[in-house]
């Protein structure tokens, strides 16, 4: 199925010190001619983020404190609603998300008729690895969400998606901004409320510069974070469900 092309799409990058690896991943955007829009949200950072990201000639939103990737992305899914785009792109300002995939998940929106399309590591591209409690944490996560979703899922703390008119909508009023709340909450949030998920494989890179949030002492927490993290998603009370149409 062809995309619509009168559909507005908004990539949005939520930035936490990342003046070194952002340059580059805003030329990438360039140079992959999406027919997008891009800003970038810079998340409280203490570096020359904002400074790079306007001299990219980009829009920036900029959050008084660090409020996570959630939080981030809250302010980006609002911002796309007051603004008119129908769809949006969550992409990493470290470099980890290739561009020219992009197209990758705006086409599985449409193909699939889904309302949000997860880039999944592991499902058959690539050769992306995490180890230890944190793989561990992940493949249980993705048993228990494929469940919830009631769709076969490999990658749920996924951070590049292709969020839909519906999920738009829902996301702008309905996002969460708590520890993994972009990830393993929104799909919750997602789920009860009626939307369909799907995911298309994609391969991903090392970050390009600065620091990975998961050194070897957080990755043995992360399990039991995880899990709490879905265990409050489940008895938060559900978002209203959506109709067929924006609201």
Do not use: C
Request: net charge positive; proline share 6%; aromatic share 6%.
């Amino acid at each position: 199925m062809p995309r619509d092309q009168r559909q507005r799409v908004l990539v949005v990058i939520p930035a936490w010190n990342e003046q070194d690896a952002l340059p580059g991943v805003l030329r990438e955007v360039a140079a992959s001619d999406l027919g997008a829009s891009v800003v970038v949200v810079n998340d409280g950072s203490t570096d020359d983020t904002t400074g790079v990201a306007r001299a990219a000639g980009v829009d920036v939103l900029e959050l008084p404190m660090n409020l996570g990737v959630g939080g981030a992305m809250r302010a980006g899914y609002r911002y796309a609603r007051r603004y008119g785009f129908d769809v949006v792109v969550q992409l990493d300002a470290d470099g980890q998300h290739d561009p020219r995939e992009v197209p990758l998940l705006l086409e599985a929106l449409d193909a699939t008729g889904a309302d949000l399309v997860i880039g999944a590591r592991f499902a058959g591209r690539g050769d992306y690895a995490a180890n230890g409690p944190r793989r561990w944490a992940m493949r249980a996560l993705s048993v228990l969400l494929s469940r919830v979703t009631r769709t076969p899922l490999t990658d749920t703390t996924s951070g590049f998606k292709a969020a839909g008119p519906r999920a738009v909508a829902l996301f702008a009023t309905n996002y969460p901004a708590e520890y993994l709340g972009d990830t393993v909450e929104s799909l919750v949030i997602a789920a009860r409320a009626g939307l369909r998920v799907r995911q298309v494989s994609v391969e991903m890179r090392p970050r390009a510069a600065g620091q990975p949030s998961h050194g070897p002492l957080k990755a043995a927490v992360f399990l039991v974070r995880a899990m709490v993290a879905l265990v409050m998603a489940l008895l938060r009370p559900k978002a209203a469900p959506l109709g067929g149409g924006l609201t």
